[in-house]
Structure formats: C-alpha cells, structure tokens
Antibody, heavy 121, light 111 residues
Framework: QVQLVQSGAEVKKPGASVKVSCKAS????????MHWVRQAPGQGLEWMGI????????SYAQKLQGRVTMTRDTSTSTVYMELSSLRSEDTAVYYC??????????????WGQGTLVTVSS | QSVLTQPPSVSGAPGQRVTISCTGS?????????VHWYQQLPGTAPKLLIY???NRPSGVPDRFSGSKSGTSASLAISGLQAEDEADYYC???????????FGTGTKVTVL
C-alpha cells in the first residue's frame, strides 16, 4: 500500500531554515507528482507547491516564492521541502501528499502523517 | 486568505442530511476546474473524500456525495453519523494564482 513517511518535528528560531523530508513507498515514485500543504494551528489548509519527482520541475505558491524549495532524491524515493527565513507565522503542520488525477484537475490522494514545525525565539 | 469560501460550521442530528457549500469565482470553479473534498478528523491528516466533483474513492460510504454548478460546489452528507464529525475542505485550481487552492473549511457537528 502507498505510504508517505515524513521526518520528525522541528523547532527553529526566526530567520533560520527548515528541511522536511517525505519518503514514499508502495508505488512508482517517479510516476506521481507530490504536493506540499501546510496547516497553521487551528487554521485551514494552505497549498505550498508541487514537484515532479521524475524531472524535478517545481511550481510554488506565489506567497512563498523565493522562500520555498522542493527537491527530490529518486534513489531513495524521497522528496524534500525547505523553507527559509522562517517567521512565527510559519509555525504549522506540514504535509506531503501524492497527486491523483490529471493536470490542473489533480487532487491529493494520499497524505503523509504531517510534520510539526515550530518557529520560536 | 482562501479564494474558496465555505460556511464555518454546519450541524445536524444523527440521521439527518447536511450540505456544505464551496463558493469560488470565474478563475477557479467557474473556469471549469474540478472540485475535490477532504475530511479531516481531529489530530489527523486530511483524507480524500470526493474527487472530480462527484466521485468517491473506494471505501468512502455512499452517504457522501458531491456536485458542482457554475462557480460553486457542494458536499452532501446524508444519514449523518457521529463519526462524520470533522472538518471538511474543498479544493480546486485557480488560474489567476497559477496554483491549487483550498476552501476555508467547515466544521461539521453531530448534535
């Protein structure tokens, strides 16, 4: 079965960077795009961006452009999300999610368990 | 700030039917992009509930149904059960933002 296993919780100071990993198993890693979504405490879901594990191409939410970088390692079937210049508003649970569907009509089929990132001085 | 608007909360007695609206605009739902729905139980990751406006993944009860018309979409839950108490989110694509967007979220309470 499909499994997306994310790295553990992180505590970072304002201005620092964080890198969250998401290891995929149970399917052909390079055949499905991967999204990142975050959820601040008590708030709704926010789409962050998408990566094509095959070629490595990415597309990011306009709000996060310049601060977010998504990469992948096909040898370990792992995708990474790095967020820089952290501020308190970046405190959230970060999810990776495997895409289903086609193109702009894609949906998020399988989700990781989430990684809590806390930004605090 | 989400471009897809949902009511903050809806409630119903066990066995009743409730609906959740998701209102967008001409750059997302009205542009013809599909709407998908997710259920998030407390303390857990979201789960795909409806995809492609009205399709249920395997294992999702047929009590859940989705529809789309114009610039809006709806999720209906019939025969409401205690286990349906959760947060629900719609999702689509927005051409103005060149990205995917979620609704504001709706908390369903079973009375």
């Amino acid at each position: 079965q499909v499994q997306l296993v994310q790295s553990g919780a992180e505590v970072k100071k304002p201005g620092a960077s964080v890198k969250v990993s998401c290891k995929a198993s149970g399917y052909t890693f390079t055949s499905y795009y991967m999204h990142w979504v975050r959820q601040a405490p008590g708030q709704g879901l926010e789409w962050m961006g998408i990566i094509n594990p095959s070629g490595g191409s990415t597309s990011y939410a306009q709000k996060l452009q310049g601060r977010v970088t998504m990469t992948r390692d096909t040898s370990t079937s792992t995708v990474y999300m790095e967020l820089s210049s952290l501020r308190s508003e970046d405190t959230a649970v970060y999810y990776c999610a495997r895409e289903g569907g086609d193109g702009y009509n894609s949906f998020l089929w399988d989700w990781g368990q989430g990684t809590l990132v806390t930004v605090s001085s | 700030q989400s471009v897809l608007t949902q009511p903050p909360s809806v409630s119903g007695a066990p066995g009743q039917r409730v609906t959740i609206s998701c209102t967008g605009s001409s750059s997302n739902i009205g542009a013809g992009y599909d709407v998908h729905w997710y259920q998030q139980l407390p303390g857990t990751a979201p789960k795909l509930l409806i995809y492609g406006n009205s399709n249920r993944p395997s294992g999702v009860p047929d009590r859940f149904s989705g529809s789309k018309s114009g610039t809006s979409a709806s999720l209906a839950i019939s025969g409401l059960q205690a286990e349906d108490e959760a947060d629900y989110y719609c999702q689509s694509y927005d051409s103005s933002l060149s990205g995917y967007v979620f609704g504001t979220g709706t908390k369903v309470t079973v009375l």
